[in-house]
């Protein structure tokens, strides 16, 4: 266990669905991330959020659109994905931008 | 964006004391260098981080030369459990905006 968790694990969704992914981390860390693993692929990053405040947006399309309503919580809101969205996407937070990151277990999406 | 290069592969034995370079050119000043372990579906876990020198913990020692253009994770006696792909990545910095690479995969046999 991280102290990072996400839910939910694993998520079927057509492309006209909307839904929402959500991390949690209980570390009492200020900054998150939001990062995609497809298959056989390194990992890339989101979205990063510092004390609630976007500092890095990383030429993600519109469809993808996160949310950090405090430094505990963060969202991953989705709507009309492509089957290519389908992927491993972690959360993770640190202490500060700069400091370790700690990953949350992943939500395994598939998009139909 | 910078990216970190490391070899994509890399077989040893149980027992066997394993070294895994990661070459980082554009870290910045004040970053850190972190090295993460993942294993299949799971999130990446931190091994160990520093700045310069040497850092040894209860997993893995970091060896980071004076330039830190480099860095190598160490480590010693592995086991079948420590099959597994390791990646190399300064912290998350506006000034390095370095985005992780592919990693190595470490394959390590009876």
């Known amino acids: 266990e991280t102290g990072v968790t996400q839910t939910p694990r694993h998520l079927v969704m057509g492309m006209t669905n909307k839904k929402s992914l959500k991390c949690e981390q209980h570390?009492?860390?200020?900054?998150m991330y939001w990062y995609k693993q497809s298959a056989k692929k390194p990992l890339e990053l989101m979205f990063v959020?510092?004390?609630?405040?976007?500092?890095e947006n990383n030429s993600v399309p519109s469809r993808f659109s996160p949310e950090c309503p405090n430094s505990s919580h963060l969202f991953l809101h989705l709507h009309t994905l492509q089957p290519e969205d389908s992927a491993l996407y972690l959360c993770?937070?640190?202490?500060?931008?700069?400091?370790?990151?700690?990953f949350g277990p992943g939500t395994r999406l598939t998009v139909t | 964006l910078a990216k970190t290069t490391q070899p994509i592969s890399m077989d040893s034995y149980e027992g066997q004391e394993v070294n895994i370079t990661c070459s980082h050119n554009?870290?910045?000043?004040?970053?850190?260098i972190t090295w993460y372990q993942q294993f299949p579906s799971q999130g990446p876990r931190f091994i160990i981080q520093?700045?310069?020198t040497k850092v040894t913990n209860e997993v893995a020692s970091l060896f980071i030369p004076a330039d830190r253009k480099s860095s190598t994770l160490s480590l010693p006696r592995v086991s079948l459990s420590d099959t597994a792909v390791y990646y190399c990545?300064?912290?998350?910095?506006?000034?390095?905006?370095?985005?992780f690479g592919s990693g190595t995969r470490l394959s390590i046999r009876p």
């Open positions: 570390l009492g860390h200020n900054a």
């Open positions: 520093g700045y310069k």
């Open positions: 959020y510092s004390l609630e405040e976007r500092v």
């Open positions: 993770a937070s640190s202490q500060q931008l700069g400091r370790e990151q700690y």
């Open positions: 554009n870290i910045a000043t004040n970053d850190y």
């Open positions: 990545l300064p912290p998350y910095s506006s000034a390095s905006k370095i985005i």
